[in-house]
């Protein structure tokens, strides 16, 4: 029998019928100051949270003053804050264009400093930064700084409300885990065609245990690649959850280090436990590896996690045993994927394995297509 290997996204929980889509998110984080019922609040209470340093957090305003514009999607929450990020890195090598020479502030005169702001690349972010450093400028005390360190308080002060979207985030997931999940939402699926799908190795994208909940696979063959929801830690421990940007570049910024996704493992100590799943696999009595499955669901492939997607598939590019078989809910989620290997592996690459049936596609809920696909 093949070993198993699944790589799960965010779909993988929508499938199984979590309320887990950004969208979702956003009109909890909306509706967490005005509207809560009974069942929310017994929730908030049980576990001691303090809503109110949630409140007026700078990401979920960003989003909410430019919803026509950003996406439905995680990767879409992703790249905003990645805009931000930048944004605040554009004011540090430019401060002459937040503070002028007198110490007047260039947002003041919104006008001007739309004008002026339209000239460069991701406008909209740079904006709405000037416009929150000039209301927390004098509010703060910042006033009283050297204006490079003021750009870096207020760098600080987005750091420290990521962290805040995070634990908001954490809250969210776990609220939503709370409730039951029927095992007959597998059943429609395509990963139904895995007949022991309990012995598989899981690199999971998501923050979640559903998998783990509904189908009895071991925390320990799960590696969260991104960290795991746990409202019940001790005050000792840290929130393992990774909620970052793509590290786009080799050289170290330091201003920017604290959004990115390697920086946040690193501290978080996510590590690299998938790659064992890869490396120490069992062998038969004659030293034999059996055939290798590498099932994606619900993921996009997005470029943003390219580093792991990278990593899985060199590690198997002496190996001849495996197949990726990646699913995908419709065609245009099909094209996307492709798009997106090609950006990860390069054009070349993915016609040659496509080529060689080590990455075909399934849709997600063709079981028996699946069947036909998997490795045995």
Known sequence: MADTILILGNGFDLAMGRKTSYKDFLEFADKLFVERDDQLDEFLKKHQI??????????????????????????????????LAEAIDFFKLNSNKLLKSTGALYPNNDAQFRTMMNEENDSTSKIFMGTIFSELYFKTGWYRLERGLAI???????????????ELLEIYLTYVEKFEVSPDKFQQTAL??????????VINFNYTHTLNGLFNIPIEKTHFIHGEINLKRH??????????????STEINSDLMP?????????KETG??????????????????????????????????????????????????????????DDPTKRSIIKN????????????????????????????????????
């Open 50 to 83: 303090d809503i109110e340093k949630y409140r007026n957090n700078l990401y979920i305003q960003y989003i909410n003053e430019n919803k026509s514009t950003l996406g439905e999607n995680w990767s879409n929450l992703e790249i905003m804050i990645s805009q």
């Open 192 to 201: 139904n065609a895995i007949s022991d799908i309990k012995n598989s190795y």
């Open 259 to 267: 959004y990115q996704k390697f920086y946040q493992r690193v501290v």
């Open 341 to 376: 290997l090609a950006i990860i592996l390069g054009k070349d690459r993915l016609v040659e394995l496509t080529g060689q049936r080590k990455v075909v596609f399934v849709k997600s809920e063709d079981v028996g297509g699946m069947s036909r696909v998997l490795l045995e």
């Open 272 to 329: 690299n436990k998938y790659e064992k799943f890869f490396i120490d696999r069992s062998k038969d009595i004659w030293g034999s590896r059996p055939l290798l499955n590498i099932v994606v669901f619900g993921h996009s492939v997005d470029p943003l996690d390219k580093e792991i997607f990278r990593k899985c598939f060199d590690l198997l590019k002496d190996s001849s045993d495996y197949r990726f078989i990646f699913t995908y809910y």
């Open 235 to 248: 005050d000792y421990e840290i929130n393992t959850m990774v909620f970052g940007i793509e590290d786009k």
């Open 152 to 166: 870096s308080e207020l760098n600080n002060e987005f750091i420290r409300h990521l962290e805040l979207l995070t």
